[in-house]
């Protein structure tokens, strides 16, 4: 689907093909691990159901509620906690799963967060990583795709709420003035 508005950046089966290929990688790196999964809600909920889906390992799932966007494209800067995870992190090895990885803050406070809580490994899985607008640093242990310009919606990615549910991801034109 492309209009005036949106320009295809990911097709709905390059996507999938990138999430076997991510499922498997850590279904390797967690064999023997007590892998506990964690959304970041809502940007990740439809990748999280792909990708966990192709994780062939045992493991529990749960999710977290954070904000730093508001209603707009920009970081606020803070980071607000909407909703905590119901399972304790404590003996777990977590897996947190992003939609989309930019500044970096607010993986910056989940792996602090997680860490503190009692977690025995945090690691950060992300659909999309963009790297070049990163202000805080931190790692990406694995990254479905790096794409560097552009605000994107799609599989999970808004603006304001809307286009989370478009089975592709694609690049928003003038998102700003919308």
Partial sequence: MEDNKRQI???????????????????????????????????AFIFMADLIRAIEVPLLIDFI?????????????????????????????????????DSGLTVQWLVKHFT?????????????????RREHPVQIDYCGFSIPDGFLVGYGLDLNEHYRGLPAVYHLNNADNL
């Fill in 9 to 43: 950046v990911l097709t709905t089966e390059a996507i999938q093909e990138r999430i076997e290929q991510l499922g498997q990688a850590i279904s390797r790196d967690y064999s023997n691990k007590n892998l506990l999964v964690i959304g970041v809600l809502k940007g």
């Fill in 116 to 132: 503190e809580q009692g977690a025995c490994s945090v690691k950060t899985c992300t659909l999309i990583d963009k790297a070049e």
């Fill in 65 to 101: 509620q954070v904000s730093s966007y508001g209603t707009g494209t920009s970081s606020l800067g803070d980071i607000i906690l909407r909703s905590r995870p119901t399972i304790a992190v404590q003996d777990y090895d977590v897996l947190l799963v992003e939609d989309i990885v």
